[in-house]
């Protein structure tokens, strides 16, 4: 470490009230595998949502696997009755709030007292929100995952994760970081603290873009429902009010009458949007995505195909003169 690695580190910590530190790894998947692998051993039992960002899983089913660890998924909106779920080999539950590619808001004060009562230690991944739009430690959450490759560094050219935690979990993150060799570069501290600086105004544009191009697709006739947490066709939707601050720039929606081919020609025909998996960044992205070949707890029903948005930082009237384009294409490819 030296002082740049250090100021970021404290940066984070202090923007989750009740932490007592913040351990920075090279991306947020390490993040998500380092502090699975703090927190359980061999013989081990843990819960994720059904929501869950397919590499979350795919490290749980295959990796932990290997480790004699076992992975149970729950479904996102189980609330208080995850208890129903627990068994003696129980020893972490991964949340991730909204859920990846669905959006779904998940019950984390109550899944974290019901953790709790039991000594199960609870782990959100909360790239979405941030701790700017949800402080995840103040919900009883034990350790607070976020990819900082998202938001955070928020210019898309910097990999980083960041995982803040109270006291009792901070000695063995901070050991087990150090023994796999987590370290991230001075270069990249700096630039992740320099997007820390601007994370309030970018995420609050973010938020008015996306509402607003959120509402523009609702009203659109050849879009189905919009997977946006503000909005009222998401599953969850009263929990957000509850418990956020906000909201950020990513969301999906289903496109009624269309199948594979005009979903295609959708994405295709937009100039403003680019195709890309990661996101967070200030450039618009949109993404063909089918949830329902990452679920084994619950079924995804498609009623039409999905797409994922980012909503970056250009202005949003250019954005759904883009997505007005995209829909003449899409109706030219329909079946
Ligand atoms: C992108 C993402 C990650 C992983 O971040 P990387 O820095 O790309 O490894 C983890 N969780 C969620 C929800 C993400 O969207």
């Not at 929501?51 to 979350?56: F, G, H, T």
């Not at 295959?62 to 003696?88: E, S």
């Not at 129980?90 to 669905?102: F, Q």
Request: hydrophobic share 40%.
């Amino acid at each position: 470490g030296s002082p740049t690695q250090w100021s970021l580190a404290e940066a984070l910590t202090e923007m989750e009230p009740g932490a007592a530190g913040t351990m920075l790894y090279p991306s947020g998947v390490a993040a998500i595998s380092c502090s699975l692998l703090a927190v359980l051993n061999p013989g081990d039992e843990i819960l994720l949502t059904d929501s869950s960002y397919d590499p979350s899983r795919s490290f749980a089913d295959a990796f932990l696997k290997r480790m004699g660890i076992t992975a149970r998924y729950y479904d996102p909106m189980i609330g208080a009755d995850i208890t129903g779920l627990f068994g003696p080999k129980t020893k972490a539950v991964l949340m991730e709030s909204p859920g990846s590619l669905t959006f779904e808001i998940q019950d984390v004060p109550a899944i974290c007292k019901a953790a709790r009562a039991a000594s199960i230690v609870t782990l959100l991944d909360n790239t979405w929100a941030t701790s700017r739009f949800f402080p995840a430690l103040e919900h009883g959450v034990d350790i607070a995952i976020t990819a900082a490759t998202k938001y955070i560094v928020g210019h898309s050219d910097v990999m980083m994760g960041a995982v803040t935690t109270h006291s009792s979990y901070w000695t063995r993150l901070r050991r087990t970081a150090q023994q796999l060799g987590q370290v991230v570069s001075p270069d990249d501290a700096y630039l992740a603290g320099r997007g820390l600086r601007t994370l309030d105004v970018r995420l609050r544009q973010h938020e008015a873009s996306a509402l607003k191009v959120a509402h523009w697709l609702k009203g659109r006739p050849e879009v189905g429902r919009v997977f946006h947490p503000a909005l009222p066709d998401c599953p969850g939707h009263e929990i957000w009010k509850r418990d956020f601050k906000g909201s950020s720039g990513l969301f999906s929606f289903e496109l009624s009458d269309g199948d594979d081919k005009s979903r295609a020609a959708f994405i295709d025909a937009l100039s403003l949007f680019g195709i890309g998996y990661s996101w967070g960044g200030f450039e618009s992205l949109a993404l063909p995505v089918d949830p329902g070949k990452f679920r084994s707890a619950t079924e995804w029903i498609d009623k039409g195909p999905l797409v994922r948005l980012n909503i970056g930082l250009e202005d949003p009237e250019d954005l759904i003169a883009d997505l007005a384009k995209g829909f003449e294409h899409y109706h030219s490819a329909q079946p």
